[in-house]
């Protein structure tokens, strides 16, 4: 036999693996990631947060006691925050957050804060209306608006809670109130509207001479003024007054006046004057602070202009009080006055030439703004 045996093994082509989806790759990529950050978050999230948030905030019963430590050592403002912290922070039910929003009421009523008391009570009633405290709710919501001089709002108040009359004028029920005493097209007019803009005219007319006031006077000034449209004839005439008035203005509006170069020259000349007695009134209200001690400190250093007309006796302070406060509050708007000039001259760089540098005090008596300013010699 000359064919030799092949023990040699068969070689067989090994086969190549099919490859790895390139986009399954990718998913698993994704997955992996997203799991790795979901740990580091868990892991590292502590040392991410803010030092606020690492502080432990205080327990409820903290807050409370705060709270009323605060009160009992009558630092009332501070003691109404911690209140509304307290009730913002604990697990309260309706009527215990009543409860809480009524006292921060009185807090702020104490500092005559009456906007904010107000707020507080009608959040309480808004919560929960609680027997024992409702009727002192109303109550202390009549002296709030009372107080802050909102006399056509406490009608309103008091209209709608008891049904009475109304105090000074515009008497009726709550859907007398509301009934439309005049039309300007879709626009109805109330008679609360109307008490609400007769309101307002007085209390225009009231600002200039409300600083020379205090606070009681103004609003008895207030309520004496308000007594002259307690008749429909007085009511009437004013309604008939803003109705020619708005219909002027919107007719004006409608043939574009606002247009005209010399009536927009006449509105930023209105305005400049308008902003700059806004910014002396700012200045005024931040700036002077009359104390009853003061009053009575300047009284005594004047006493020869409180002199009756025979120029024997000296009027007693009780009966001069209002003057007094009044010289005392113009002494002090001059001082104010000045001060704040003199810093806006220096801040604008206003120079005065020597020519025109003496003070005109004519001009400062009808201004009452001082004149001073410096000066710098003619060329």
């Known amino acids: 036999m000359t064919d030799k045996l092949d023990l040699s093994l068969p070689s067989h082509k090994q086969e190549k693996p099919s490859a790895f989806p390139a986009w399954m790759i990718a998913l698993n990529l994704i997955l992996l990631a997203l799991v790795c950050a979901v740990l580091a978050l868990m892991l590292f999230r502590p040392l991410l947060l803010t030092p606020s948030q690492n502080k432990t905030a205080p327990s409820s019963d903290v807050q409370k006691n705060l709270a009323i430590k605060l009160e009992k050592q ?60 409702q009727a002192e709710i109303s109550r202390r919501i009549q002296e709030c608006l009372e107080s802050a001089g909102r006399f056509a709002a406490l009608r309103d108040e008091l209209s709608e809670r008891v049904g009475i009359q109304g105090v000074a004028s515009g008497s009726g029920s709550p859907s007398d109130r509301k009934e439309a005493i005049a039309e300007i097209g879709p626009e109805k007019i109330t008679r609360s509207d109307l008490d609400h803009l007769i309101e ?41 007054q803003y109705l020619a008035r708005e219909l002027l203005y919107r007719e004006a509006r409608a043939q574009n006046l606002a247009e005209n170069p010399q009536v927009l ?115």
């Open 74 to 133: 009558g630092m009332n403002r501070i003691a109404a925050e911690a209140w509304k912290e307290y009730v913002s922070n604990a697990t309260l039910n309706e009527e215990e957050t009543a409860r809480v929003w009524f006292r921060i009421g009185k807090l702020h009523q104490e500092e005559h804060d009456y906007d904010r008391a107000l707020a507080a009570y009608y959040r309480s009633e808004g919560f929960k209306e609680v027997p024992e405290i």
């Open 200 to 240: 307002k005219a007085i209390d225009q007319q009231l600002s200039s001479m409300a600083a020379y006031l205090p606070e009681g006077a103004h609003n008895q000034q207030k309520e004496e003024l308000l007594k002259q449209f307690s008749g429909e004839a007085q009511r009437s005439e004013f309604l008939h």
């Open 265 to 379: 020259s006449e509105i930023r000349d209105q305005e400049k004057a308008l902003l700059a007695e806004k910014l002396m009134e700012k200045a005024y209200a931040e700036n002077i602070h009359i104390l009853p001690d003061e009053l009575q400190a300047y009284y005594d250093s004047h006493r020869e202009a409180y002199q009756d007309a025979d120029q024997k006796t000296i009027k007693p302070f009780e009966e001069v009080q209002n003057q007094v406060y009044a010289a005392l509050r113009a002494e002090k708007e001059r001082q104010v006055s000045r001060a704040l000039l003199d810093h806006l001259k220096d801040k604008y760089d206003v120079v005065i030439h020597a020519s025109a540098s003496m003070r005109d005090e004519k001009t400062e008596k009808n201004t009452g703004l001082p004149q001073t300013s410096k000066t710098q010699e003619s060329k």
